[in-house]
């Protein structure tokens, strides 16, 4: 099917959307041709009359192929000194750029972004940021406390009268596109993303769409193998979100949540799986100052209930020796001795480098993305 003028896509829009898309099919240009008999315009291949192609595919554009790296220096330091300030931004200015993300500098970065998360999430993100070569800096992860609720709806505190809280890694959709680009070149389909059409969701959701959800679609092509995929994603219309009144809408979420599923059907295996929230970053300036480092309490549009319940994990903080080590990799992951000096990629246990903690937590993030 072409596509139809209609009220939401004037004619004006067909016209503005054939500027930056070409066919599907063949890769050639579009035009805008109308059908006298239903008196509508459409965007369809120039060749339509003749080939009959099917579908359009817009090319990623530069920010969504390099997120913040697409914007000037002096941008990307404009926006960290509104997010974080003009002290931290001092200390941690020269991590601003495209270059290579050490533990070193993850550890810095988070450390004084982040300082007050407890170790083991502060583990986890430096260790994201070192394996996916992620910054904060630029936007690509962040980690956010969220207040925990009592059964009652009521925010709990601890002893000393300090909220407690769930604290979640979450990766920017920026930064998912750019874990896809560096090896991958894709490209979007079908006027994608955008919200699903109720062909789209009863063919993929059947009696299982939730009525009280909006459905995000995107539908991506690799460019070099042609290959296609799509996601599917839906978010409650009541569930909370972040950045509202900076215009982030519940679609805008259900759509990045789409593409993020779309991708990682695409490119199985190349991001990191587990409990990481995909987010737009675009919405989401300021987060850096979740917890006020004075008083603990949590500041800005941080403030949220937890997205899901921790219970009856293993907390990685308690392994302290090369035994508890052995003992919580064979209980959790099967494995032998000798399997998880193998896995942490040693000859013996005394090249062992990393605090037991941490060589949990590596093992860990792999073990979760097979
Ligand atoms: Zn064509």
């Known amino acids: 099917m072409p596509i139809y003028e209609e009220e939401k896509l004037t004619r004006e829009d067909l016209f503005e959307l054939r500027k930056k898309n070409k066919c599907k099919q063949c890769g050639g240009m579009l035009n805008v041709f109308m059908d006298f008999g239903a008196g509508k315009a459409f965007l369809a291949c120039n060749d339509w009359q003749r080939t009959h192609h099917d579908g359009i595919e817009r090319e990623a554009s530069r920010y969504e192929q390099e997120g913040l790296a697409s914007l000037t220096i002096n941008s990307r330091r404009e926006i960290m000194e509104q997010a974080i300030g003009e002290e931290k931004t001092k200390a941690l200015a020269r991590y601003i750029g495209p270059g290579p993300i050490t533990k070193a500098i993850a550890t810095e970065i988070v450390e004084t972004l982040w300082g007050q998360a407890p170790l083991i999430e502060k583990t986890k993100a430096i260790l994201l940021c070192q394996t996916y070569q992620l910054n904060p800096l630029m936007k690509h992860l962040y980690l956010v406390g969220y207040r925990r609720k009592d059964s009652a709806g009521k925010f709990i505190v601890d002893d000393q009268g300090?909220?407690?809280?769930?604290?979640?890694?979450?990766?920017?959709?920026?930064?998912?596109?750019?874990?896809?680009?560096?090896?991958?070149?894709?490209?979007?389909?079908?006027?994608?993303?955008?919200?699903?059409?109720?062909?789209?969701?009863?063919?993929?959701?059947?009696?299982?769409?939730?009525?009280?959800?909006?459905?995000?679609?995107?539908?991506?092509?690799?460019?070099?193998?042609?290959?296609?995929?799509?996601?599917?994603?839906?978010?409650?219309?009541?569930?909370?979100?972040?950045?509202?009144?900076?215009?982030?809408?519940?679609?805008?979420?259900?759509?990045?949540?789409?593409?993020?599923?779309?991708l990682d059907r695409q490119y199985p295996g190349e991001m990191p799986q587990g409990d990481i929230e995909v987010v737009d970053e675009r919405y989401i300036e300021g987060d850096f100052k979740v917890v006020n480092e004075t008083t603990g309490e949590i500041t800005g549009s941080g403030i949220s209930t937890s997205p899901s319940g921790s219970e009856g994990k293993r907390d990685p903080d308690t392994i302290r020796t090369l035994n508890e080590l052995y003992k919580a990799c064979n209980e959790d992951f099967k494995l032998q001795p000798a399997q998880v000096i193998s896995e942490l990629g040693v000859s013996s246990q005394s090249d062992i480098s990393d605090t037991p903690t941490e060589c949990y937590l590596k093992i860990a993030t792999v073990r979760k993305q097979k």
């Open 162 to 262: 300090k909220p407690v809280l769930d604290w979640s890694i979450q990766i920017g959709i920026g930064a998912t596109r750019l874990m896809a680009q560096r090896k991958h070149n894709y490209s979007y389909l079908d006027l994608t993303p955008r919200k699903a059409t109720k062909e789209e969701i009863d063919r993929i959701l059947g009696d299982t769409a939730d009525p009280n959800c909006i459905y995000g679609f995107v539908h991506i092509k690799d460019v070099n193998s042609g290959a296609e995929a799509f996601g599917l994603r839906g978010i409650g219309k009541t569930e909370n979100i972040k950045g509202v009144e900076k215009g982030n809408t519940h679609l805008n979420m259900a759509c990045v949540r789409a593409e993020r599923l779309a």
